[in-house]
């Protein structure tokens, strides 16, 4: 009786153990996770901007030699 009881108890307190760890370790992936899609979109964001930047460059520059075409001809 008493070895079965102190088993079950210590059995308990295993499962305890692993259901905490278990959301522990979920817990850590969300956060993960989560970091790693802030800094996709930071990246994201960035390219964007740089696409943004390079048609409104090449823009300026097609407008600058059409400029120059009038000029000349």
Do not use: C, P, W
């Not at 390219?47 to 059409?66: W, Y």
């Amino acid at each position: 009786g008493e070895m079965g009881a102190f088993q079950k108890n210590n059995l308990e307190s295993n499962l305890n153990y692993l259901r905490i760890a278990h959301e522990n370790s979920v817990s850590s992936e969300s956060v993960i996770r989560d970091a790693d899609m802030a800094e996709e979109m930071a990246t994201f964001t960035r390219n964007q901007i740089m696409m943004e930047a390079s048609t409104s460059m090449l823009a300026q520059a097609n407008q600058n030699s059409m400029t120059v075409l009038k000029l000349i001809g």
